[in-house]
């Protein structure tokens, strides 16, 4: 399953529910305000059993660069992105 996040208002207790119904057969992705949850919640993002990765249009627009330069999250593109739509399904947008 895809699970995106677009949003950067998940309480660390919601994210967390979340996270923990991820398996290693999942992929995440943090896109538009979502990129946040990476800065904001990035150890918790480093415990998801499956892959997590953010836009990096959207790191970009919000000059997050330097603050996730270290981020274990992968930044992919939008031709990243339509791969990992293509692979993963169901899909969810949270």
């Known amino acids: 399953m895809l699970y995106t996040f677009s949003q950067a208002h998940y309480s660390e207790t919601e994210l967390q529910r979340y996270l923990t119904e991820i398996t290693e057969n999942d992929a995440v ?4 305000d979502g ?5 904001k ?5 480093t415990q998801c059993k ?4 953010m836009l990096k249009q959207d790191v ?3 000059n997050l660069t330097a603050l996730l330069s270290n981020n274990q999250v992968r930044s992919i593109s939008l031709a ?3 791969d990992l739509t ?4 169901p899909q969810i947008a949270l």
Do not use: P
Request: glycine share 8%.
């Open 29 to 32: 992705v943090l896109w538009q």
């Open 35 to 39: 990129v946040l949850l990476a800065v």
């Open 41 to 45: 919640y990035g150890e918790m993002l």
């Open 50 to 53: 499956g892959q997590c990765f």
């Open 60 to 62: 970009l627009a919000r």
């Open 80 to 82: 990243d992105l339509v």
């Open 86 to 89: 293509a692979q993963y399904s």
